[in-house]
């Protein structure tokens, strides 16, 4: 178990240094970083100048290093556009994006389960045929297509949900709603092929054999152990949920780290993208870990291997 | 095609439907009823046919710059199956040479390559592919490539999972025993056995891939301009959505079906091809 947990946090550890390798080399990617932060109109003396001070003249691995030892103390270095420290400015936007991630994880989930439990108990039935027919559009539609449908439906037609904007749970809605959609899908699969498999096991027989109830049954036995690879699915999909949040955050204006590095790549302001791909791949293998753990901790079986 | 229908109505529909883009995209000069780039402004935002001031000539209607939304919906297919298949080729050729590695090799070459496959995992996906794309370039070579960086690991996690189990049967020890070099038992007696869930994944990826390009050019990072694509379709569209819905509504559409086509498709495959997939979502 330590052994394992140890391991766990080794490799976290690795990731999250390849990360650091990855957002540093995003820079170096197109040539030479002084041609693409300074005016197209430079001298050469003013890019020798420009080089030296920055130290784009070092070695790459001096280079790499400097940014490393910045980053441990968020040191990301100042945006382009913006003339200030560019990560406060992506962590002054993380709790919008918590707020709709979340409010979409939560939505996802609440409709998957229930879902993919009634298709489960009423297998091959109208409900277990309207689950899967949701499920596999939910899974193929574009989700900022979806988005604008909803906004011209709800918001220019009918005029009930705001356009854009961060506000109340009105605001949350659609753009939650729109990141949510894929996840549901997924989910509601899962669930419903999990709770088919526990459903079929000895214990479960011998809870309905002791004469309990169905809807007991099913909730108090089955659910929970149809639960426990959920818990991995939804630490993996982190990773989309954020990638969603991106695209539909740029669509409601909705002010998050999405939309704010979108802007910083459209605008080539490279400290603000480095930053930002580096908090945001934290945050996902940081996820993912609490996940594993969680999981650890959840299933006895794993403990004891 | 008949026999998959017999089997499972849902793949033979997701078959259908394919098949349908594939050729749509393939004849596209014999499909649209104009050039996909020609612009006619006395004939901006006109409605679809079937609306009062509509005309079979624009039978989907047309956008703001008056150009065919019909015919530009046929060309779009084009780069989306392209950059598709191309992509989840590409990364299944390079995740599958991987997985059947670090799978039969094990030991280091098996750490390296499924760290960096966990690496890989890490990022937000879509954040990833556009700052690349927006460093180097957006262009279909560009797009390609960054699109199979965001599937071969997919392929390297299943296929290496086979491999292991693979490593321990009878026919690849027996072929050891007999002095067979490691590429040539990679080659002919695991790989032949990874192919089926590599197939089911194939299809399915090209489907992701076609959601996520539209993504990018959707934002405005796909292969540029004039070339039509669906996910650009739909962002000029949404300037005029009071007005002109269609422009916004049909590429939608287009993306949406042909996704759930090959989805369906891949569904079907993977019942087929491999039972024991079935299982997994």
Known sequence: MRAYIAGRLATAVLVILGVSIVSFFLTFLTGDPAEIMLPPGATAAQI????????????????????????????????????????????????????????????????????????????????????????????????????????????????????????????????????????????????????????AEDYVRTARAKGLRELFVTSRHALPNALIPLVTVIGLQFGYILGGAVVIETIFTWPGVGLFTIQAILNRDYPVVQAAVFILATAVVVINLTVDLLYVWLDPRIRVT | MIHLARRSPLAGAGALIVGLVIVAALAAPLLATTDPIDQDLTAALQPPFWRPDGSLHHPLGTDHLGRDVYSRLIYGAQISLLIGVLAAFLGALVGVAAGLMAGYLGGRVDTVIMRLADLNLAFPLILLALAVVALLGANLRNLVIVMAITTWMIYARVVRGLSLGLREREFVQAARALGAHDARIIARHVLPNVLAPVIVIWTLEVARIILMESALSFLGLGVPPPTPTWGRMLAEGRDYLTVAGWIAIFPGLAILLTVLGINFLGDGLRDLLDPRLRRQT
């Open chain 1, 48 to 199: 020798a100048k420009f080089r030296a001070e920055w130290g784009f003249d070092d070695p790459l691995v001096i280079q790499y290093w400097r940014f490393l030892k910045r980053a441990v103390h968020g040191d990301f270095g100042i945006s382009l556009r913006h003339g200030q420290s560019s990560l406060p400015l992506i962590a002054a936007r993380l709790p919008a994006t918590f707020e709709l991630t979340v409010t979409a994880m939560l939505l996802a989930i609440g409709l998957a389960v229930p879902l993919g439990v009634l298709a489960a108990t009423h297998r091959g039935g109208p409900i277990d045929v309207l689950a899967m027919g949701v499920a596999l559009v939910g899974q193929s539609v574009p989700n900022f297509w979806l988005a604008i449908m909803m906004i011209l439906l709800f918001a220019v037609s009918w005029g009930l949900l705001p356009t854009s904007g961060r506000g109340g749970v009105a605001h949350v809605v659609m753009p939650a709603a729109a990141i949510a959609i894929n996840l549901m899908a997924l989910l509601t699969r899962l669930v419903r092929s999990t709770m088919i498999e526990m459903l």
